[in-house]
């Protein structure tokens, strides 16, 4: 069972630190609010312990997550996950769809997977604990995520393509770090039944690409004492996005125009240096490796 992409997730240790993520986001991506999740005197009665805007950057939702509310005093389960998970390098986990949420719940079940439901949430989505997916939360929700501009029918993300000076067509893959592609195709490929697809080669890396819907997942093993290899016995999970452009050189040449460093072939594919970059590793690149999708969210498709 192969499920659109519906967010990407990370933590923040703060919610002090969250006004200048989000405006990393707006200021370099053109990233466009399509909700905010806010702690107000009634919220806070209702339990609410985070705070979070969903950042639309083309047609992939980033939501930035910090504690706020209850979740601020130690001891919240919420809040000390969010502080847990706040590293450089470190994100909290994918979102997919699924049309029907017991079936998806069986689907998992039958594969060995335990799953979690917070009370109240029972008929809008469950988890799968990130010590279950190589270090990556998994959360199938069956809901629309509030504010989200992809189901509406007029809406299109080629704002970000045709004027942003980024030229961004779509999430091309989301790369996790892995001690072994047998550990990968094992989990990937047999478990979650990801049909195994051609892989590019990446500097300092091996690859093995997984087709999980309308993205791909590129499971990375680095070579010993590698920050590959080190991220995936210390960090574990999401290692990297990777977002295709229209133009690479352009896109480059706009991120250094604002004093960005930039990290690998300007050419082929580059990031900005994660110290610059909220500590997240982020891919451009204009190529389309053979036998993957163009770039572009399924999500109204589940």
């Known amino acids: 069972m192969r499920f659109p992409l519906v967010h990407i997730s990370w933590a923040l240790a703060d919610n002090a630190l969250r006004p200048a993520c989000d405006a990393f986001l707006e200021g370099v991506f053109g990233a466009q609010r399509a909700s905010e999740i806010l702690v107000t005197p009634e919220t806070e009665a209702l339990g609410l312990d985070r705070e979070e805007s969903l950042m639309m950057v083309g047609d992939t939702m980033l939501i930035p997550i910090a ?26 986990g994918l979102a997919l769809k699924a049309t029907d949420l017991a079936a998806a719940d069986a689907w998992f079940a039958a594969r060995g997977f335990r799953r979690h439901y917070d009370p109240g949430m029972e008929a809008h989505y469950f988890l799968v604990p990130r010590g279950q997916a190589m270090g990556m939360r998994l959360e199938i929700v069956a809901q629309d995520m509030p504010g989200d501009p ?28 892995a001690p072994s592609l047998q550990d ?119």
């Open 184 to 302: 990968a195709r094992a989990l990937f490929a047999e478990k979650l039944e990801w049909p195994e697809i051609s892989a590019p080669a990446l500097p300092g890396a091996q690859v093995a690409a997984f087709a999980m819907g309308d993205s791909v997942l590129e499971a990375l093993e680095g070579v010993e004492g590698s920050p590959l290899a080190d991220h995936a016995r210390d960090v574990k999970g999401i290692y990297h996005l990777v977002y295709k452009v229209a133009d690479a050189a352009g896109a480059a040449t706009y991120l250094r125009s604002k004093g960005l460093p930039l990290i690998g072939d300007a050419e082929k594919r580059f990031a900005i240096h994660p110290d610059k970059a909220q500590g997240r590793l982020i891919w451009f690149t204009q190529v389309t490796p053979p036998g993957y999708p163009e770039a572009g969210s399924r999500l109204g498709k589940a």
């Open 67 to 92: 504690p706020a509310g209850r979740g601020a005093m130690e001891g919240n389960p919420l809040g000390d996950m969010l502080r847990r998970s706040a590293m450089p390098m470190r994100w909290i």
């Open 150 to 177: 992809r189901r509406d029918a007029g809406w299109s993300p080629a704002w970000w393509r045709d004027a942003h000076p980024l030229g961004i067509e779509g999430l091309q893959a989301v790369g996790v770090s």
